[in-house]
């Protein structure tokens, strides 16, 4: 774990939202690039989400972990790396969502965000939304991919249903479909009959690109 994290994994265990959005803050203003926070932000919150497995803290603890990453990604990080972005051809368009049933987005709004930083042109939908709302945003939006993210083991096979959805609605052959979230793996994307699987919000950008063709 890089030295950025460690101090990010050490403010974040406070479970003060406060003070672990000024140390974003400040991280930032001491020269951090605000892609390397967000990576390390990444890293701590997997080592969070380890802790919460193993019994080491407790889901209130996960919950206020959560909301600090969230409120220092929204209001640090995010606008600082729109706001340098520059007008580029995008690398293709990527709907995604959190599936229904489940309303932790934290990893999905990372993962929108690198997405966005990496060119893609990113349409998030939010969380909890049910199957017949990603076939309705996939014919509004027309996007190349959509990244389905499920961070509970029940919600799980939703990411199953919604893609069964679009076969309904012929919408698949349309579309790439990308899975992600802490229960997911490789194995469960082919079982689901995705086209791809992304272990965090790196991964989950590698992925799309490869599934766009586009070589790293």
């Known amino acids: 774990m890089s030295s950025l994290a460690t101090t990010l994994r050490d403010q974040l265990l406070v479970f003060d939202a406060d003070k672990f959005v000024e140390t974003v803050r400040k991280?930032?203003?001491q020269g951090?690039?605000?892609?390397?926070v967000v990576n390390a932000l990444t890293e701590v919150l997997k080592e969070v989400g380890k802790k919460f497995e193993s019994g080491d803290i407790f889901l209130v603890h996960l919950v206020?972990?959560?909301?600090?990453?969230k409120r220092a990604t929204v209001e640090v990080l995010e606008p600082l790396i729109k706001k340098s972005s520059k007008k580029?051809?995008?690398?293709g368009k990527v709907l995604i969502g959190t599936?229904?049933?489940d309303i932790h987005d934290i990893g999905k709004n990372i993962v929108s965000m690198m997405?966005?930083?990496?060119g893609f042109e990113v349409y998030d939908i939010g969380k909890d939304i049910p199957a017949e709302d990603f076939v309705n945003k996939t014919r509004e939006h027309n996007p190349d991919i959509i990244a389905l993210s499920a961070l509970l083991t029940t919600t799980l096979p939703v990411q199953r249903e919604v893609i069964e959805a679009l076969k309904k609605a012929s919408l698949r052959q349309k579309v790439k479909v990308l899975v992600g979230g802490a229960p997911a793996t490789?194995?469960?994307?082919k079982e689901a009959g995705a086209d791809g699987y992304g272990e965090d919000a790196i991964e989950a950008v590698r992925a799309a690109k490869q599934l766009m063709g586009i070589k790293e």
Do not use: C
């Open 88 to 91: 580029r051809e995008t690398l």
């Open 99 to 101: 599936v229904a049933g």
């Open 64 to 69: 206020q972990a959560g909301d600090a990453a």
């Open 186 to 189: 490789a194995k469960w994307a």
């Open 32 to 36: 951090h690039n605000p892609i390397e």
């Open 115 to 118: 997405l966005f930083t990496a």
């Open 27 to 29: 991280s930032v203003d």
